[in-house]
T-cell receptor, first 116, second 116 residues
């Protein structure tokens, strides 16, 4: 079955460490996105990529980095510069054109990151 | 800038009853798309229903329907014959096309609990 796989489901990080969250899709979607979810704040866009080797900052990119070396993969690194990284992180993907307006995003099941 | 407001942080409804979740948004654009997503305890985001702004007819999907009032910028979700499985967080989202891609702006969510 096609879908988006995020791993790990739970991740613990010590302060000062970088961690990388994995996002893989087998939907042949062109665009991929990373969102952060905090209680009472909805989902906020961190980074997005429309094509391999290209990505753009979203609304809250500070302290995060991404890469898009393969169409299927869009890993997110939470760096030590991110002041408050504890949150739930969601990855999503979309096809081009009318597919996204007809069907919306396809989301992964998320990664819960906790700083200890 | 566009904003999406969900004024009801929490709601509850008796099983088999009907409940309406409210959503208002602010935009100066004329062509856009609106979505409702459900996030159950598993945290997986599931598309419930979508509406194109240029369509006057309200969208329906089985027990789910919307009341789209474009002039008032209102997009409420009605759930009929509520079921225990409807217990979830519900997010209203505005989709716009910007910088070559489609982006969401999410509301802060309404937590719905269906009571047996």
């Amino acid at each position: 079955d096609g879908g988006i796989t995020q791993s790990p489901k739970y991740l613990f990080r010590k302060e000062g460490q970088n961690v990388t969250l994995s996002c893989e899709q087998n939907l042949n979607h062109d665009a991929m996105y990373w969102y952060r979810q905090d209680p009472g704040q909805g989902l906020r866009l961190i980074y997005y990529s429309q094509i391999v080797n290209d990505f753009q900052k979203g609304d809250i990119a500070e302290g995060y980095s991404v890469s898009r070396e393969k169409k299927e993969s869009f890993p997110l690194t939470v760096t030590s510069a991110q002041k408050n990284p504890t949150a739930f992180y969601l990855c999503a993907s979309t096809p081009r054109g009318q597919g996204v307006t007809n069907y919306g995003y396809t989301f992964g099941s998320g990664t819960r990151l906790t700083v200890v | 800038a566009q904003t999406v407001t969900q004024s009801q942080p929490e709601m509850s409804v008796q099983e088999a009853e009907t409940v309406t979740l409210s959503c208002t948004y602010d935009t100066s654009e004329n062509n856009y798309y609106l979505f409702w997503y459900k996030q159950p305890p598993s945290r997986q985001m599931i598309l419930v229903i979508r509406q194109e702004a240029y369509k006057q007819q309200n969208a329906t999907e089985n027990r789910f329907s919307v009341n789209f009032q474009k002039a008032a910028k209102s997009f409420s979700l009605k759930i009929s014959d509520s079921q225990l499985g409807d217990t979830a967080m519900y997010f209203c989202a505005f989709m716009k096309h910007a910088s070559g891609t489609y982006k969401y702006i999410f509301g802060t969510g309404t937590r719905l609990k269906v009571l047996a």
